[in-house]
T-cell receptor, first 111, second 114 residues
Framework: GENVEQHPSTLSVQEGDSAVIKCTYSDSASNYFPWYKQELGKRPQLIIDIRSNVGEKKDQRIAVTLNKTAKHFSLHITETQPEDSAVYFCAARRGSYIPTFGRGTSLIVHP | DAGVTQSPTHLIKTRGQQVTLRCSPKSGHDTVSWYQQALGQGPQFIFQYYEEEERQRGNFPDRFSGHQFPNYSSELNVNALLLGDSALYLC?????????????FGPGTRLTVL
């Protein structure tokens, strides 16, 4: 089955800095890669996703890049703000199978 | 447009007991998936229901069972509770199919087993 590794487990940045979270996956047939943000005590919320037919997708301050050859994808957050502080999960999915989640990255943005 | 709802919000049980958790999918969605999220971990897939049948199942024992009703709502049942079953149980709804099944999560049920 699919295996998703996520790094780092904790990321601490100053407000205004950029943050990068990286994930690798094992199943070369995976073709859908969502990212979720989970604030303390709240539900995971989809923030951005990318499909295997594109290499990059951007939505305001967040972007995701995908390298199919290396089987890794990354979340980039620019101009971080304190409200970006949360746990971020990556996931990988093949076709209509259930997505496999990474273990999460706790992002802390210091004012 | 109502999102995914779950009940109850919190639940405390003792070892050996049984528990039932409930989920109502987002309006227009007919597929419901259940996840277990232990503290500090990512969600782990339990099973998925579509058209009132279990369509996919993760690596969870038979103590975990479910049901989907004609109105697409779903229940998760856990028998013979263990301490290790303490977790946040998340329900996610989606449309079926490869392109459309972005999952939307409910707020979760926090289960504590004493």
């Amino acid at each position: 089955g699919e295996n998703v590794e996520q790094h780092p487990s904790t990321l601490s940045v100053q407000e205004g800095d950029s943050a990068v979270i990286k994930c690798t996956y094992s199943d070369s047939a995976s073709n859908y890669f969502p990212w979720y943000k989970q604030e303390l005590g709240k539900r995971p919320q989809l923030i951005i996703d990318i499909r295997s037919n594109v290499g990059e997708k951007k939505d305001q301050r967040i972007a995701v890049t995908l390298n199919k050859t290396a089987k890794h994808f990354s979340l980039h957050i620019t101009e971080t703000q304190p409200e970006d502080s949360a746990v971020y999960f990556c996931a990988a999915r093949r076709g209509s199978y259930i997505p496999t989640f990474g273990r999460g990255t706790s992002l802390i943005v210091h004012p | 447009d109502a999102g995914v709802t779950q009940s109850p919000t919190h639940l405390i049980k003792t070892r050996g007991q049984q528990v039932t958790l409930r989920c109502s999918p987002k309006s227009g969605h007919d597929t419901v998936s259940w996840y277990q999220q232990a503290l500090g971990q990512g969600p782990q897939f339990i099973f998925q229901y579509y058209e009132e049948e279990e369509r996919q199942r993760g690596n969870f024992p038979d103590r975990f069972s479910g049901h989907q009703f004609p109105n697409y709502s779903s229940e998760l049942n856990v028998n013979a509770l263990l301490l290790g079953d303490s977790a946040l149980y998340l329900c996610a709804s989606s449309l079926p199919g490869e392109v459309a099944d972005t999952q939307y999560f409910g707020p979760g049920t926090r289960l504590t087993v004493l």
